[in-house]
Structure formats: structure tokens, C-alpha cells
């Protein structure tokens, strides 16, 4: 009994994670290329391209 009682308490923990990562998508939102967090990882920028921010490789641009 008490390993099943265990079980769904994993399960539930598991998958309430599972859904909570899934839902987020990570950008952000962005107007003009200021509105995105600036970054440190050269050659890398980021990059404001359809009101998202998304990183580029700096020399491509």
C-alpha cells in the first residue's frame, strides 16, 4: 500500500514538472533590438527578429 501511495505521489510531482516546463518557451519579447538582454558569449548578440529575441552569431549580420 504504501509503495503505491509513494508511486502516485511520483507521478504526480513528475508530471506536474513536465507540464510546467513545456509551457514556457523561453524568449522574449521585443520591440527593437534594446529591448533584448544583452549577452556576453562572443561572437553571439541578441538579436530582436519577429518581437522575439533570438541569438545570431554577430558576424553574419
Do not use: H, W
Request: net charge negative.
Amino acid at each position: 500500500m504504501v509503495k503505491i501511495i509513494k508511486f502516485v505521489y511520483f507521478m504526480t510531482l513528475f508530471l506536474s514538472m513536465l507540464l510546467v516546463t513545456t509551457k514556457e518557451d523561453g524568449s522574449v519579447e521585443c520591440i527593437a533590438n534594446i529591448d533584448c538582454p544583452q549577452i556576453f558569449m562572443l561572437p553571439f548578440v541578441m538579436r530582436c527578429i519577429n518581437f522575439r529575441c533570438q541569438i545570431v552569431n554577430s558576424e553574419d549580420t
